[in-house]
């Protein structure tokens, strides 16, 4: 995706909406106009309120994530001018130097390692009661135990203890270097990260640019499963004035509290 019109920045003022139009409308032109407004607010104050419409559910059995509607009010409409979310970008990188990147900025390679499950998946409680099987794709009664909640900072809270090696595949390596000085620990962990991270990165280039920048996106938004068939579309954002990439997403269908989880396509108009 190529993000246009990313030249110096610009101070909008309280009432500068008409500029930012014209500033992004490259950008804007892949959402829904209905949106953009409420895009400049959530923009201009940096507004993280997904974690009001939706938590995140492991599956255990199938060994990853799905990103359901916890918006007990009622439904998500795609008509709704507020129907629009911020997902943080939780690194952004060149490939060739992500090597480098993993091993010196502090704290990015746990991040990455957990953000990929390369640990496996929060395990279930004991007191978790037994449900029937239900259609691929929705909620279960492990929501409920196991849900993981957005908070404000768009980082993933939790009170499960992740599974150890057992907990999903019996010969994944544990590859978290929270307490791990030696080199050769962190070398592995760092070889897991660059290898899984294709899974979980996507391109956009500035200005058309020849060299595109990569992300990943945070804990919430990598957990989207890809569809054919989404409910949801995204798409990266550069919001010019504070020089500051995102990803927006918005429902393209209705989505109901309690219903199939949510999937994603990329909006490339």
């Known amino acids: 995706i190529i993000l246009s019109g990313m030249d110096g920045e610009k101070d909008l003022g309280h009432d500068g909406y008409l500029e930012f139009e014209e500033l992004h409308l490259p950008q804007l032109q892949r959402i829904p106009k209905h949106l ?5 607010g959530k923009l201009q104050s940096e507004v993280y309120d997904a974690g009001e419409y939706f938590m995140m559910s492991p599956e255990l059995e199938k060994g990853r994530w799905s990103v359901v509607v916890s918006h007990s009010g009622g439904k ?6 507020n129907s629009v979310f911020l997902v943080d970008h939780a690194w952004t990188f060149h490939p060739h130097l992500a090597r480098q990147d993993l091993l010196h900025i502090p704290g990015l390679v746990d991040r990455m390692t957990s953000l990929m499950d390369l640990n496996g998946l929060p395990c279930p409680s ?8 239900e259609e691929e794709g929705t909620s279960t009664s492990s929501t409920e135990q196991l849900e993981v909640k957005i908070n404000n900072n768009n980082e993933k809270e939790s009170e499960e203890e992740p599974c150890n090696s057992s907990g999903i595949e019996e010969d994944k390596p544990d590859l978290s270097t929270t307490e791990l000085q030696d080199g050769e620990a962190i070398s592995h962990a760092v070889d897991g990260t660059v290898n899984a991270m294709w899974k979980y990165c996507h391109p956009y280039s500035i200005n058309n640019s020849p060299v595109p920048v990569w992300y990943i996106m945070d804990e919430f ?11 949801v579309a995204m798409t990266p954002f550069f919001y010019v004035t504070k ?12 989505l109901e509290f309690g219903g199939k989880q949510i999937m994603y396509t990329a909006s490339l108009k």
């Open 36 to 40: 953009w407004k409420s895009l400049y």
């Open 243 to 254: 020089q500051l990439a995102f990803s927006l997403l918005w429902p393209v269908v209705e």
């Open 126 to 133: 004991a007191e978790e009661p037994n449900s029937e099987e």
């Open 221 to 231: 938004g990598s957990r989207i499963q890809h569809s054919d068939t989404p409910s």
């Open 76 to 81: 998500l409409s795609p008509s709704d001018t």
